[in-house]
């Protein structure tokens, strides 16, 4: 059957070449489109059994072009790129790799946030987060590995997330959050994980963002889909001490960097989980989770149940 490996941002090399091991080895066909547009999925796609995509749009147009595709694996964490309604009435399994990236993430979490109290590097006097307090906003695969470093650093580490007991928290030595308020006026650092969904779009406020203690700075390494631009324009008009961090450009860069320079610092292309160890745990995950359902239906983590 035929495997297609359909990324925009391509995997890193060695990932690429362990995919293609893994699929050559189930006896199916890998095909590699990178740097593609969604034309060019769409016109890939129409033979395809199983696709691996990273954080490509897969909506209802690239899933009617596909005649017969069984299965999507999403490598890496959100799968907010993809159709699942319409992946669902068409009987296509979709699923992600969850945790595979999610290291690569929060690395990048800290290389940002030092850069950022070290003033992007410009010689002038920064601070340090030893002592500092981080305020992590859902405490998943993620949130847990920059729970982890930030104790590296000395840092006080709380969070907010529902669905975790308050009992796990305390054990890993984090201090449980139960409100939005509490995150944004107890911490100067506020680091996000929720993923985009209905409830979490446009829900970083100015309100909350405004919260933030003297000096306090918002990373976003999440989506930018779950925060209010128009608001944070004013948060960053308003608080001339707070700084915005993120790993996802925004739709409206221009005006923020405009409102707010030297305050605000965005990656040009998202950069999160772009390290060569991501890319081999999630993109090899991905190759033998697309193998194993065409095999016989594998679908430990199948997010369209
Ligand atoms: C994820 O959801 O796994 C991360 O945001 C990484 O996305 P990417 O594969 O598009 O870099």
């Known amino acids: 059957m035929k495997i297609l490996i359909a990324t925009e941002k391509p995997f890193a090399t060695e990932a690429v070449k362990g995919i293609k091991e893994v699929i050559a080895n189930s006896g199916n066909e890998a095909i590699i489109l990178e740097k593609g547009t969604k034309s060019d999925l769409i016109k890939a796609i129409i033979d395809i059994d199983g696709l691996i995509v990273r954080s490509d749009i897969v909506d209802k147009e690239v899933l009617d072009a596909a005649k017969q595709l069984k299965v999507i694996v999403r490598a890496g964490a959100g799968y907010d790129n993809i159709d699942l309604s319409t992946a669902t009435e068409k009987g296509i399994c979709v699923m992600n790799t969850p945790g595979q990236n999610s290291n690569a993430v929060a690395e990048l979490v800290f290389g940002m946030l030092v850069m950022m109290i070290r003033n992007q590097f410009d010689g002038t006097s920064g601070i340090e987060l030893k002592g500092k307090n981080l305020g992590i906003h859902a405490y998943g695969q993620v949130g847990r590995n920059v729970a982890r470093i930030a104790k590296g650093f000395g840092m006080n580490v709380s969070a907010l997330d529902p669905f975790v007991k308050d009992e796990i928290l305390i054990a890993e030595g984090i201090t449980p959050l139960h409100s939005v308020e509490e995150l944004y ?67 409206s860069a221009d005006a923020i960097l405009a409102e707010a320079p030297g305050r605000v610092f965005f990656t040009p292309k998202k950069m999160g989980a772009q390290t060569a160890e991501a890319n081999i745990n999630a993109g090899i995950a991905a190759a033998h989770q697309v193998v194993d359902n065409l095999k016989d239906g594998w679908n430990k983590f199948q997010v369209n149940k």
Not at 212 to 226: F, Q, S, Y
């Open 185 to 251: 006026t107890k911490n100067q650092f506020v680091s996000l994980h929720i993923p985009a969904t209905p409830a979490t779009k446009k829900s970083v406020t100015k309100e909350v963002i405004t919260l933030l203690p003297k000096k306090g700075i918002l990373i976003n390494t999440a989506r930018k889909e779950i925060i209010d631009e128009e608001g944070l324009i004013e948060a960053l008009k308003e608080r001339t001490d707070i700084k915005y961090i993120s790993d996802i450009k925004p739709e």
